[in-house]
């Protein structure tokens, strides 16, 4: 069993940044991608990016390409997400997934974990 637990998430005025990290309690195996997923209030969850917890390869969304940076430390089971240049569409409840099945790393129905989320609020 894993659990996820995300936090740094907080209120910004469009333009800051903000780090947010989940820590992985129990076994995750070297072979597993990762992701970060957001939800606004009324639409779907959607992929923001994700990041293979052996190798490093990473995928974004085009919408957060260039501003946002994932990245992991294993020695710390933790995935981080660096959100720079924040606009106020970025404002979402922000999950960390572990554990993708066979498919796009965007579609949140494939992964088996997850976290409460983190909620980010950008102001303009």
């Known amino acids: 069993q894993v659990q996820l637990v995300e936090s740094g998430g907080g209120s910004v005025q469009a333009g800051g940044s903000l780090r947010l990290s989940c820590v992985a309690s129990?076994?995750?195996?070297?072979?597993?991608?990762m992701a970060w997923f957001r939800q606004a209030p009324g639409k779907q969850r959607e992929g923001v990016a994700t990041i293979h917890h052996g190798g490093g390869a990473t995928g974004y969304a085009d919408s957060v390409k260039g501003r946002f940076t994932i990245s992991q430390d294993n020695t710390k089971n933790t995935v981080y997400l660096q959100m720079n240049s924040l606009k106020p569409e970025d404002t979402a409840m922000y999950y960390c997934?572990?554990?993708?099945?066979?498919?796009?790393?965007?579609?949140?129905?494939?992964?088996?974990?997850w976290g409460q989320g983190t909620q980010v609020t950008v102001s303009s």
């Open positions: 997934a572990a554990e993708r099945g066979t498919g796009s790393w965007y579609d949140p129905r494939l992964y088996r974990y």
């Open positions: 129990g076994y995750i195996t070297s072979g597993v991608w």
